[in-house]
């Protein structure tokens, strides 16, 4: 069994950075992938950062391009999400996922495995 815990999420002004954690626990962590998804209030849950833990080859929504940066600590069992230039638009709640057993569209929420339980990121104009 698995389990993941976000944090580092809170309350910004617009132009602002965070950095969100997600940190594995409760057994050895051998994941082939994990990713970042966001849901806002009445919105569907979207797909926001992927990355592939052997390869290290990244993926990114086009609204966050160039903004945002996924990064992993194998060491730690930990995956990082880089937020710059904070907009009104990214306040949701942001969820962290596992893919462990070969999912290949990763933009999909069917293919992971294993979810936390959220962290609010809410950015004010």
């Known amino acids: 069994q698995v389990q993941l815990v976000e944090s580092g999420g809170g309350l910004v002004q617009a132009g602002d950075s965070l950095r969100l954690s997600c940190a594995a626990s409760?057994?050895?962590?051998?994941?082939?992938?994990m990713g970042w998804f966001r849901q806002a209030p009445g919105k569907e849950r979207d797909f926001v950062a992927a990355?592939?833990?052997?390869?290290?080859?990244?993926y990114y929504a086009d609204s966050v391009k160039g903004r945002f940066t996924i990064s992993r600590d194998n060491a730690k069992n930990t995956v990082y999400l880089q937020m710059n230039s904070l907009k009104p638009e990214d306040t949701a709640v942001y969820y962290c996922?596992?893919?462990?057993?070969?999912?290949?569209?990763?933009?999909?929420?069917?293919?992971?495995?294993?979810w936390g339980q959220g962290t609010q990121v809410t950015v004010s104009s």
């Open positions: 409760g057994r050895t962590f051998n994941s082939y992938a």
């Open positions: 990355i592939r833990w052997t390869s290290d080859r990244t």
């Open positions: 996922a596992a893919d462990v057993d070969s999912g290949y569209n990763l933009l999909a929420m069917r293919t992971y495995d294993y």
